[in-house]
């Protein structure tokens, strides 16, 4: 149906609406041609043309707001009606040519202001009674009284003490299977070949997720209405590589085999293998690995031991994570020993680089990703890098390299990936103290949150609320051969 402004018909006294629009924006209700107009500032009316002065949009129910008219009363409510004649977007009377107006119906911007009405608030209260219950009712002076005397939730977002995103603390991990996800934090740092510090990265990632909500706009999403999450803590990772390895893979593995999304924050990239050893082994099939990064990670060893430039080596040596569908996105720069380009060419694995990305589109890369990563494969992993991105972006990571990814493009590739579904996650390569602005850990955060949305919204996690809007606008459609393969 087209909707727009309105003609008056001398025959049958009809209204109808059309789509139209001025140069500069679109018209407002427009006065029947044959009645008297009052002049008005900004209405410049002519005999024989139909001209008004701008104002707002027509969704869903603009009220007038032009000046008054005997037949038009100023704020009269404004009703799409269905057009006989022209009812379909560009189509216009004979003569009187408007361009394509901007139709929020099919914008994110008003798509998401729809969406939010669905989302619910039963997490929300919950967590206020949680609150109140573990953290006293407030001082009888504060009005507001879902405000507790201790801080136990979400707000204020500058205090109580930080997990990611403000999630519930798990002491009791034998608990976990009660959640659909759980953060795990890999303090490990033992496999850093120059700038150490990302032992950090867990505590510098959760420090700054307590400045975010769990409500994104533009994703239509409330992950406490949608999502059972908590954050199980920090493995207590030994200070030697192999004894490190096993108990990240064993702490990964307690949450995974509990039928449980395991989120990793590292920690070098060393940890990547244990972190897939973890997962591969309750997997009914192979896995695939979606790798977004600068280095290849790819060679055997690296001053005789498996150091963050090695885990894809070793991963794809799991037997069910062949190295045929492991993808790198992103590779590139200077910084790429030639050992694990050696071993890529060998293994067959798929490299993609920032020129390569650019050049086909986020949308194409992500594609092809997904199509190499799920070949055959039962669960694809993800792991993101944050040196994946420009180093002007991201100065706390151990090896930053100018040239990589913008984090616009970057969180789109980490949706568009996660959308058919991940059996895990880890973010690695967080070193906080080379940023004091805490930038890289918030490019680290809002990764995470991202992908978790996209899982919601797309049904491979949690509970994503029923709705009566169409599919989001901004969703490119999936054309892999996966998804031909299911029609």
Same mark, same amino acid.
């Given at each position: 149906?087209?909707? @727009?402004?309105?003609?008056?018909?001398?025959?049958?006294?009809?209204?109808?609406?059309?789509?139209?629009?001025?140069?500069?924006?679109?018209?407002?209700? +427009?006065?029947? =041609?044959?009645?008297?107009?009052?002049?008005?500032?900004?209405?410049?009316?002519?005999?024989?043309?139909?001209?008004?002065?701008?104002?707002?949009?027509?969704?869903?129910?603009?009220?007038?707001?032009?000046?008054?008219?005997?037949?038009?009363?100023? @704020?009269?409510?404004?009703?799409?009606?269905?057009?006989?004649?022209?009812?379909?977007?560009?189509? &216009?009377?004979?003569?009187?040519?408007?361009?394509?107006?901007?139709?929020?119906?099919?914008?994110?911007?008003?798509?998401?202001?729809?969406?939010?009405?669905?989302?619910?608030?039963?997490?929300?209260?919950?967590?206020?009674?949680?609150?109140?219950?573990?953290?006293?009712?407030?001082?009888?002076?504060?009005?507001?009284?879902?405000?507790?005397?201790?801080?136990?939730?979400?707000?204020?977002?500058?205090?109580?003490?930080?997990?990611?995103?403000?999630?519930?603390?798990?002491?009791? &991990?034998?608990?976990?299977?009660?959640?659909?996800?759980?953060?795990?934090?890999?303090?490990?740092?033992?496999?850093?070949?120059?700038?150490?510090?990302?032992?950090?990265?867990?505590?510098?990632?959760?420090?700054?997720?307590?400045?975010?909500?769990?409500?994104?706009?533009?994703?239509?999403?409330?992950?406490?209405?949608?999502?059972?999450?908590?954050?199980?803590?920090?493995?207590?990772?030994?200070?030697?590589?192999?004894?490190?390895?096993?108990?990240?893979?064993?702490?990964? +593995?307690?949450?995974?085999?509990?039928?449980?999304?395991?989120?990793?924050?590292?920690?070098?990239?060393?940890?990547?293998?244990?972190?897939?050893?973890?997962?591969?082994?309750?997997?009914?099939?192979?896995?695939?690995?979606?790798?977004?990064?600068?280095?290849?990670?790819?060679?055997?060893?690296?001053?005789?031991?498996?150091?963050?430039?090695?885990?894809?080596?070793?991963?794809?040596?799991?037997?069910? +994570?062949?190295?045929?569908?492991?993808?790198?996105?992103?590779?590139?720069?200077?910084?790429?020993?030639?050992?694990?380009?050696?071993?890529?060419?060998?293994?067959?694995?798929?490299?993609?680089?920032?020129?390569?990305?650019?050049?086909?589109?986020?949308?194409?890369?992500?594609?092809?990703?997904?199509?190499?990563?799920?070949?055959?494969?039962?669960?694809?992993?993800?792991?993101?890098?944050?040196?994946?991105?420009?180093?002007?972006?991201?100065?706390?990571?151990?090896?930053?390299?100018?040239?990589?990814?913008?984090?616009?493009?970057?969180?789109?590739?980490?949706?568009?990936?996660?959308?058919?579904?991940?059996?895990?996650?880890?973010? &690695?390569?967080?070193?906080?103290?080379?940023?004091?602005?805490?930038?890289? +850990?918030?490019?680290?955060?809002?990764?995470?949150?991202?992908?978790?949305?996209?899982?919601?919204? =797309?049904?491979?996690?949690?509970?994503?609320?029923?709705? =009566?809007?169409?599919?989001?606008?901004?969703?490119? =459609?999936?054309?892999?051969?996966?998804?031909?393969?299911?029609?």
């Amino acid at each position: 149906m087209g909707f @727009g402004h309105s003609h008056s018909h001398k025959k049958k006294n009809m209204v109808r609406r059309v789509r139209s629009a001025s140069k500069a924006a679109q018209h407002d209700l +427009a006065h029947a =041609e044959d009645k008297d107009h009052h002049d008005s500032t900004g209405h410049d009316w002519i005999a024989g043309k139909h001209h008004h002065a701008e104002h707002g949009q027509p969704y869903p129910d603009l009220p007038s707001s032009h000046h008054p008219h005997p037949q038009h009363a100023e @704020g009269y409510p404004w009703a799409r009606v269905e057009h006989a004649d022209y009812d379909k977007p560009g189509q &216009v009377p004979p003569g009187h040519p408007h361009p394509e107006v901007f139709d929020p119906a099919v914008r994110q911007g008003a798509w998401a202001k729809f969406r939010e009405k669905e989302l619910g608030a039963k997490g929300w209260k919950e967590e206020v009674d949680r609150c109140l219950a573990h953290g006293l009712e407030a001082a009888p002076s504060v009005k507001d009284r879902t405000i507790s005397t201790f801080a136990r939730g979400e707000l204020p977002h500058f205090a109580g003490i930080n997990t990611f995103a403000k999630t519930p603390y798990l002491e009791d &991990v034998n608990k976990v299977s009660q959640f659909d996800a759980a953060i795990i934090g890999v303090p490990f740092d033992i496999g850093t070949t120059y700038r150490s510090g990302t032992r950090f990265g867990p505590q510098g990632i959760r420090r700054i997720s307590a400045l975010y909500g769990t409500y994104n706009y533009e994703l239509g999403v409330d992950l406490r209405e949608s999502l059972k999450w908590c954050d199980v803590g920090d493995v207590f990772t030994i200070a030697n590589i192999e004894k490190g390895f096993d108990q990240i893979s064993k702490a990964v +593995a307690h949450v995974r085999s509990n039928g449980v999304f395991p989120i990793m924050l590292g920690g070098d990239h060393s940890i990547g293998y244990p972190n897939v050893r973890g997962i591969a082994p309750f997997i009914d099939g192979p896995v695939g690995i979606i790798h977004i990064d600068r280095h290849v990670d790819t060679q055997e060893t690296d001053m005789d031991e498996r150091m963050h430039t090695t885990p894809w080596f070793h991963a794809t040596n799991i037997p069910n +994570a062949p190295p045929v569908n492991l993808v790198q996105l992103g590779i590139g720069g200077w910084q790429a020993p030639r050992p694990g380009v050696k071993v890529g060419r060998s293994r067959g694995t798929t490299v993609l680089t920032i020129d390569d990305i650019c050049e086909m589109g986020v949308e194409r890369a992500a594609e092809i990703a997904l199509d190499v990563a799920w070949k055959g494969a039962k669960a694809v992993y993800l792991s993101f890098d944050v040196d994946s991105l420009d180093s002007g972006f991201v100065p706390g990571t151990g090896w930053p390299e100018p040239g990589g990814f913008l984090p616009r493009e970057v969180l789109k590739l980490l949706r568009l990936v996660a959308r058919e579904g991940l059996s895990g996650m880890e973010v &690695v390569e967080v070193a906080p103290a080379y940023d004091p602005s805490d930038m890289t +850990a918030l490019v680290a955060t809002r990764g995470i949150m991202d992908v978790l949305a996209t899982l919601v919204n =797309e049904g491979k996690l949690g509970r994503k609320p029923p709705t =009566e809007l169409p599919p989001p606008p901004y969703w490119p =459609e999936r054309k892999s051969k996966k998804a031909k393969a299911k029609k």
